[in-house]
Each structure stands twice: as structure tokens, then as C-alpha cells.
């Protein structure tokens, strides 16, 4: 999904090793080419129903927004 900014929210698969079962990750990122670049993204959700429930509490907002959020991790 296209965000203002150059920006984008995807969903990628995330698993510690290969013979684990992939968790799906939401991030946002600035994107060139539908690609992110390294750096520049962060984990908003582990998951669907996590980011669901988040834009849920914030009343359809974008809570990755607000100066105080702190995402999981930053790739």
C-alpha cells in the first residue's frame, strides 16, 4: 500500500530458519522501484491480527506515525 512520502506499508515472511513455519511481517518503508531500501525500514506488526488491532486503537490512523511509537525491530 502507498503511503504519502515516498513511503509503503508490505507484508513480508519471517522465520528464524527455514524449517520453521514463515510469520508474516508488516513493515513500512521508503520504496524505489518496488523495492525498500535496507535501512530505512521498520517491523510496524507481527502480524495481521497485531496490525489490525493496532489501526483498530487508533481509530484507522496511522499509529507508526505518532512520535511516540517504537517499532519492533528496524531493518
Given at each position: 500500500m502507498d503511503l504519502a512520502?515516498?513511503?509503503?506499508?508490505?507484508?513480508?515472511p519471517?522465520?528464524?530458519?527455514?524449517?520453521?513455519r514463515?510469520?508474516?511481517?508488516?513493515?513500512?518503508?521508503?520504496?524505489e522501484?518496488?523495492?525498500?531500501?535496507?535501512?530505512n525500514v521498520s517491523v510496524i506488526a507481527k502480524?495481521?491480527?497485531?496490525?489490525f488491532k493496532q489501526i483498530m486503537d487508533?481509530?484507522?490512523r496511522c499509529y507508526f506515525d505518532e512520535p511516540d511509537f517504537?517499532?519492533?525491530v528496524v531493518l
Open positions: 512520502e515516498g513511503r509503503a506499508i508490505a507484508y513480508v519471517f522465520s528464524l530458519n527455514k524449517f520453521e514463515s510469520d508474516w511481517w508488516i513493515v513500512v518503508g521508503t520504496s522501484d518496488e523495492e525498500f531500501r535496507q535501512g502480524g495481521f491480527l497485531q496490525f487508533a481509530d484507522g517504537q517499532p519492533d
